[in-house]
């Protein structure tokens, strides 16, 4: 027979979710705050220009795509547009996603098919 959930077990998990919000908003506000003072409002990658309203436009990308590493002279962030930013950790994922290959690795075929496999033997032959 299932337990009967209290109202405060249904709302738990979004108390949590909620909670985790607001503690990733402070402290993005807190680099973010540090990124718009040290750097000048372009995006690093367009070249585009804000200021007013469309600041907000402008996010601070990490570098090293970790959001937990915010050294105070902040070498590890750039000013990028949304849609640049956004560009860039699509980027990010595809690359993490398609390279299966570890450094010093050869990277088997994706197919049988070898477009230059004759190539050595047929330009022996020219000579």
């Not at 807190?30 to 000048?40: F, I, N, V």
């Not at 690093?44 to 570098?63: D, I, M, P, Q, Y």
């Not at 299966?100 to 994706?110: D, H, L, M, N, R």
């Amino acid at each position: 027979m299932p337990s009967k959930k209290t109202p405060s077990d249904i709302e738990r998990p979004s108390r949590i979710v909620a909670e985790a919000r607001r503690e990733r908003e402070q402290r993005e506000k807190t680099y973010r705050e540090q990124a718009l003072k040290m750097y000048p409002w372009v995006c690093a990658r367009c070249g585009r220009e804000f200021s007013g309203k469309k600041l907000r436009e402008l996010t601070v990308h990490h570098k090293d795509h970790n959001h937990d590493y915010n050294p105070p002279d902040g070498s590890n962030w750039e000013l990028l547009c949304l849609y640049c930013h956004e560009n860039e950790h699509s980027r990010y994922e595809d690359s993490a996603t398609f390279s299966e290959v570890t450094p010093g690795e050869e990277q088997a075929p994706s197919s049988g098919y070898r477009p230059f496999a004759e190539l050595e033997a047929l330009l022996k032959n020219k000579k």
